[in-house]
Nanobody, 115 residues
């Protein structure tokens, strides 16, 4: 069983920055694919970025150039650095782990961007 705990959410004005963290336990982190998703009320959860176990990173077009995903395998943490935030980035952000063919989710952290 993989446990994920997100932190770092909050309120920020448009143009500001936040860094989200997701601490993982219960898996061999270096063999775990990690990703960030986000969800607003009434909409489907949306993929934001991925950091694969082999080091590859990918981004949704809506955040490319503004968000950076990174992972620290020594600390079992994945980060999402969010710059140039926009009101449309307002959502609950979730961390996802894919390990041993199973998906695991964190509880989410709220990000609110005001104009």
């Amino acid at each position: 069983q993989v446990q994920l705990v997100e932190s770092g959410g909050g309120s920020v004005q448009a143009g500001g920055s936040l860094r989200l963290s997701c601490a993982a336990s219960g898996s061999t982190f270096s063999r775990t694919d990690m990703a960030w998703y986000r969800q607003v009320p009434g909409k489907q959860r949306e993929w934001v970025a991925s950091a694969g176990r082999f080091g590859t990173t990918n981004y949704a077009d809506s955040v490319k150039g503004r968000f950076t995903i990174s992972r620290d395998n020594a600390k079992n943490i994945v980060y999402l650095q969010m710059n140039s935030l926009k009101p449309d980035d307002t959502a609950v952000y979730f961390c996802k782990a894919v390990y041993s063919n199973s998906n695991y989710w964190g509880q989410g952290t709220q990000v609110t961007v005001s104009s």
